[in-house]
Structure formats: structure tokens, C-alpha cells
Nanobody, 117 residues
């Protein structure tokens, strides 16, 4: 089983920054990608930023230029640097571990990000 654990959420004022971390552990797969999704109250979960199997990155249009995803493969960890935060970024942020060759997807428990105006 793969465990996915997020950290780094919190309360921040509009215009501020936060850095989220996500570490995967356990029975790791050889081929996987990780990314970040978020879900605001009353809305569907949406992609924020993620790595692709080809090594590139995808970002939601709403966060381009403000958020940056990065990773440390040696630590099986992915990060999300969030700058210029807006109240509309308020959501529970989930880390996604996608072992694409095996068809296995694991989610973290989520971390709350609240941006006050």
C-alpha cells in the first residue's frame, strides 16, 4: 500500500505565500507521477498542478504564474509553492500519486488552505 501525506496548509492573507509538501511512502511503484488537486466547498475537485509521465508539468490556468510544482525524486516528495494567493484559492488541497502503468491512484488526506481578504 502507498501512503500519501500532505503538510504545509494554513491561513494566510491575500497576497501571501504558502508551500505545501507531499511525501509518498510504502510499496512504491517504479513508474508514477504526483500532483496537486484542490476542492473548494460546493465545487468539484480540480487539477492545480501535476507532473506528467513525460516529465513536463500541467497547471490550471487560474494558478499559472503564481504557483510552482517541484519534486525531489530521492525523497518521493512533491512540493507546491503558492505565491500571490487569492481568496479564491481557498480549498482543501490534495496530493495525488498516480502509478500510471499499474492503474493505481492514491490520494492524501488533504490539507486546508485558507486565504483571507
Amino acid at each position: 500500500q502507498v501512503q500519501v501525506v500532505e503538510s504545509g496548509g494554513g491561513l494566510v492573507q491575500s497576497g501571501g505565500s504558502l508551500r505545501l509538501s507531499c511525501a509518498a511512502s510504502g510499496s512504491m511503484f517504479s513508474r508514477y507521477v504526483m500532483g496537486w488537486y484542490r476542492q473548494a466547498p460546493g465545487k468539484q475537485r480540480e487539477l492545480v498542478a501535476a507532473f506528467t509521465s513525460g516529465g513536463s508539468t500541467n497547471y490550471a490556468d487560474s494558478v499559472k504564474g503564481r504557483f510552482a510544482i517541484s519534486r525531489d525524486n530521492a525523497k518521493n516528495t512533491v512540493y507546491l509553492q503558492m505565491n500571490s494567493l487569492k481568496p479564491e484559492d481557498t480549498a482543501v488541497y490534495y496530493c495525488n500519486y498516480n502509478a500510471y502503468n499499474a492503474g493505481r491512484v492514491h490520494w492524501g488526506q488533504g490539507t486546508q488552505v485558507t486565504v483571507s481578504s
